[in-house]
């Protein structure tokens, strides 16, 4: 399955990805499962999605948490505690 | 209900009154206004930048409006929140609630920037003299949210 992934923020800068279309083996996946596969890419992508940073996700624009389930076609975000007003 | 994410600066007053005058059975407008501080964690700040995570930011705002509504007997309410590069003193946001009484405004517009402070995807970046840093974000802002729970 095909879903389309945004960074913000801190992880948009620490990774240097703001965007990326991924495909996915067949799931059933989760956020904590697309964020340990994210992990895997090397020390700084495993330091800001598994590491002691805070991290939040959205599907489709929606907040979510680590046991949300992602479907062909969303659009995930990650992104860090929001700090606006 | 009105929100607006934008670059440029907003006048209160203007829109204010644009608030009183929609409805004749309007008695109260209740707002708030944030700015930017000069100072952060003991650190001057010379510069202020604002992201956002555009789609979701609205439909996140629209959603808060919704909830206050459906909690508070209110008449209407606008936010502008800009984004982009700020200066100390200029202004970041503007939540009011229109209202037949204040009460049912002065909650709901508190109300409403507790849930922005936490919910809406805004994040701040601001320039010290050592250079620029991520704005964290407080366990304050978590705990006036939670009063809502109740």
Redesign the interface.
Known sequence: MKIKL?Y???LKESLKYSTEDIVLADGPWTILKLKALLAQRGDVWGQMLMGKL?VRA?IN???VHDNAPIADGDEV?F??????? | MTVRVQIEDFDAGFEIRQLRHARKDVGAVVSFI?QVRDINEGDTVAELT????P??TE??LNAIITQAKARWNIMDVLII?RVGTLQPSDQ??LVAVSGAHRGEAFAACEFV?DC??????????ELTQSGER????KAADDDAKKRWNK
């Open positions: 945004f913000f923020a801190r805070k959205a624009h929606e907040l975000a992104f860090p505690p929001v700090t606006g007003g | 944030g604002l992201e956002h995570y789609g979701m439909k996140s929140h970041i946001v920037m922005l402070k936490t919910e809406a995807p805004f994040w701040k970046k991520w704005v964290e974000a």
